[in-house]
């Protein structure tokens, strides 16, 4: 059984008062192998020291004796759409719906609101008729690993939003908050390198919506992929 103490500091939020749910779910999935299903059991909180337990096959997050979320190893059955041009990508992120409205604006991933390599300013706009969303995204120094290619935890918090928005707008008083991500890391982008992130829709039930979202690099191979389950919940809940 491993064993790890950290926070989440302030520039990983995503409401502003609690962590970005895709970063948290990379920070609890990166010792698990293969594909990995996270589900945040309540909000991540920002600048608490946080005590990561994980095995071959599962991970759990606590604040003291509350969990925070966990993960095991799943099965993704997902196959991403052919992605847009970087070109078309940009010209769809100028019809992103959190340039009008908001609910977190500082949000690390999407927020407009901050400044670049400091949050990911990740904006997906419409492709098409069909709810499809893409933005382009070129990953930048801060976000690297020990071996210097980008952190999964940065992927996982870019798969995180960009499907998030395909299932908005959330209703009047409400916010629309991940329940649980199941995610594949098949590759890493380079620093600088041209990468578009695409997002869709993948149904609702009740108070559940589900998306999917992909990665893809400037050769258009699929660096990522996920399934998520967004919950609608009071907007006071989280902020």
């Not at 909180?45 to 004796?65: C, H, N, Q």
């Not at 629309?176 to 990468?195: F, K, Q, S, T």
Request: glycine content about 12%; charged content about 20%.
């Amino acid at each position: 059984m491993h064993e790890e103490f950290f926070e989440i500091t302030q520039r990983f939020c995503g409401p502003p008062r609690s962590g970005n749910g895709g970063y948290v779910a990379g920070r609890i999935a990166r010792h698990l192998p293969g594909s990995v299903a996270v589900r945040l059991k309540a909000p991540p909180p920002l600048g608490s020291r946080l005590r990561l337990t994980s095995s071959d096959e599962e991970a759990r997050l606590f604040e003291g004796d509350t969990l925070i979320g966990e993960g095991r190893t799943a099965a993704l059955d997902l196959t991403p759409p052919a992605p847009p041009s970087f070109e078309a990508a940009t010209a769809a992120s100028a019809g992103f719906l959190g340039f009008r409205s908001h609910p977190f604006p500082g949000c690390f991933v999407c927020g407009p609101a901050r400044e670049p390599a400091d949050g990911l300013r990740i904006f997906p706009g419409p492709t098409d008729g069909a709810g499809t969303l893409a933005a382009p995204w070129v990953p930048d120094a801060s976000l690297t690993a020990d071996a210097g290619n980008i952190g999964a935890e940065f992927l996982w918090a870019a798969l995180d939003c960009t499907g998030g928005f395909s299932v908005y707008p959330a209703p009047a008083g409400s916010a629309l908050v991940l329940g649980e991500l199941c995610a594949d890391i098949l590759d890493a982008p380079v620093v600088g390198e041209a990468c578009v992130v695409l997002g869709w829709p993948l149904g609702s039930e009740g108070r559940k919506r589900f998306a999917g979202s992909a990665i893809y690099g400037a050769d258009r191979r699929v660096i990522a992929r996920a399934r998520a389950v967004w919950v609608q919940v009071p907007l006071t809940t989280w902020a």
